[in-house]
């Protein structure tokens, strides 16, 4: 049974990790000014993944990650493919997709929802 000191703490702390989320989506869309902040972002996200288990900002954690690593995967092969026209399209097709998932995230975050992560 829960009381209700502990449904505030609770309260609390999904405040506390929506505010650390909020914060991973502005620093990802910071990347594309200052690339280190995206490396930020990831810490943050792995150092306050397992106090999400079981909320429904885990999602939002979830998917932020695997934009990250995605991403970074993408990045790499468009650059190594550089040499050729393919590689600047798939910059490019990666940067729209990361501001996508970006965008979409925050927006759901903002209006409560999780992502389909």
Do not use: C
Not at 74 to 100: E, H, R, S
Request: glycine share 6%; no cysteine; proline share 2%.
């Amino acid at each position: 049974m829960s009381t209700p000191m502990n449904d505030s703490r609770r309260q609390i702390d999904l405040q506390s990790l929506k505010n650390h989320a909020t914060a991973v989506y502005a620093l990802q869309a910071l990347s594309f000014l200052l690339g280190i902040t995206y490396f930020v972002a990831i810490i943050v996200n792995y150092v306050k993944l397992d106090d999400t288990h079981g909320t429904w900002i885990e999602s939002h954690f979830r998917w932020q990650i695997r934009t990250f690593w995605f991403s970074l995967l993408w990045f790499a092969l468009g650059g190594l493919l550089l040499i050729i026209v393919v590689g600047y399209l798939i910059l490019i097709a990666n940067g729209l997709w990361m501001i996508y998932r970006i965008v979409k995230g925050w927006l759901n975050l903002n209006d409560g929802k999780p992502m389909y992560a």
